[in-house]
């Protein structure tokens, strides 16, 4: 079972949002609303400029970079919340024998900070975040080296995530691909990647599991 972190397992948006405001502004570059910002979330940073600022700007990635990552230092971690569901969730796939991996952006390093702050080290068997890949999502890159991991095929895997570059990415893996809609993709939105559930937020997993066992 991979599952993404940001939207599907936790809210780090008032960090993330944070974050590139500050670079936005540290740029020189337009300021954009919360709410555009928290849209962005589950993209690579140098993507995520680019959808914020243009693709005119593409060449100030680096320097995004560099400072969205010296304010999240400082913020990202204390301002993520794990959501209630997610200890018991990743428990109870465990009980299932699930194999469990959590797949994203993020940089794994924060995520590990995370889990540990919250002593839920030991309900996930490997993470790949954003240092671990050259490609991120939608590239394969991140879901084959989850796999790889965890010794599990493709044709084994789940991929649980809220947004369209998960799904994407779950197509280019050639992963079943199971959608969340506690982030800011609609239901509709996933339709043309054909999941094979669309639940409201992970509390839903494991009961959807179940059924789909019986």
Request: proline residues 6%; contains cysteine; charged residues 20%.
């Amino acid at each position: 079972m991979l599952l993404d972190f940001d939207y599907t397992l936790a809210d780090s948006s008032a960090g993330a949002v944070d974050c590139m405001r500050h670079a936005l502004a540290e740029l020189g570059l337009p300021d954009m609303a919360p709410e555009t910002c928290a849209r962005t979330i589950g993209l690579s940073l140098p993507d995520t400029l680019t959808a914020l600022a243009g693709a005119e700007h593409a060449h100030l990635a680096p320097g995004f970079v560099s400072l969205f990552m010296q304010r999240a230092d400082e913020i990202m971690v204390p301002r993520t919340v794990v959501y209630p569901e997610t200890p018991s969730t990743l428990e109870a796939l465990g009980q299932l024998g699930f194999r469990r991996a959590i797949v994203s952006t993020k940089y794994r390093f924060r995520i590990e900070q995370v889990l540990m702050r919250d002593g839920l080290t030991d309900l996930v068997e490997t993470i790949v975040g954003g240092e671990d890949v050259a490609a991120h999502k939608p590239a394969p890159d991140a879901l084959y080296l989850a796999l790889e991991r965890v010794r599990v095929s493709a044709k084994e895997a789940l991929y649980v995530g809220d947004s369209l570059v998960d799904a994407q990415a779950a197509q280019a893996a050639e992963l079943a691909f199971v959608a969340v809609t506690s982030g800011h993709t609609s239901a509709e939105a996933f339709a043309p990647y054909s999941p094979l559930a669309v639940l409201g937020g992970v509390a839903e997993l494991v009961p959807w599991l179940t059924d789909s066992q019986a």
